[in-house]
């Protein structure tokens, strides 16, 4: 059987773009404005400082000033986050986000950690409990000035999780200690 040289040609192509579908498919972020791109609004005329955007609930309480960064790693905007709050309070979470029970999940975000001490993790809200491999204490005095740093971690529900969620919180080491950090980029996909 003979073939056409166009024939062969066109069929590679069609593999080619089939291939690079099923790979963007693969890595659909689960995160809603993981990329804080979405329009920020303020929460109350009382509090200016204090913004929100779609697909993250604050707690007005603990923090001084949530809102976007002047500095990203891509696109037009990130997150800012200041707080002087109490340890542990946690200050902003994703919206729910429902997850196939045993599954393995990819978590990443970029951070520049400015000040003080911050906490980033998932939650496992079927449980209400955190997800201790993506669970990460973030330093200031691990960044240089200016510098984003690239975290990833790889986790596997329990059969039972429905839904997760993005947890970030002052971390539990300090008290009334000021945080101030940029995020952006957060992600959570699907690996199989």
């Known amino acids: 059987m003979k073939y056409n040289g166009s024939m062969l040609a066109l069929v590679v192509v069609l593999l080619v773009c089939m291939v690079q579908v ?21 929460v109350s005329a009382d509090t200016p400082e204090k913004l929100r955007t779609v697909g993250w609930t604050a707690n007005v309480l603990h923090h001084d000033e949530l809102g976007p960064a002047p500095d990203k ?18 200050f902003l ?3 729910s986000i429902a997850v ?25 809200n ?4 955190f997800i201790r491999e993506t669970q990460m204490r973030h330093f ?3 960044y240089m000035p200016g510098e984003w ?8 529900l329990p059969e039972t999780c429905e839904a997760i969620r993005v947890s970030l919180s002052q971390s539990p080491l300090t008290e009334n200690e000021r945080t101030e950090y ?9 690996l199989d």
């Open 22 to 42: 099923v790979g963007v498919a693969a890595e659909t972020n689960l995160v809603v404005n993981g990329s804080f791109e979405e329009e920020w609004t303020v």
């Open 73 to 90: 790693v891509d696109g037009r905007s990130a997150l800012r986050m200041v707080s002087t709050t109490r340890r542990n309070a946690q």
């Open 93 to 95: 979470n994703s919206v």
């Open 100 to 124: 196939d029970g045993g599954k393995t999940y990819k978590f990443s975000y970029w951070l520049y950690m400015k000040d003080g001490i911050t906490s980033i993790a998932v939650v496992n």
């Open 126 to 129: 079927t449980a209400g409990a």
């Open 140 to 142: 200031a005095d691990d």
């Open 149 to 156: 740093q690239y975290f990833e971690f790889v986790f596997t």
């Open 182 to 190: 940029y995020l952006d980029d957060v992600r959570i996909v699907q």
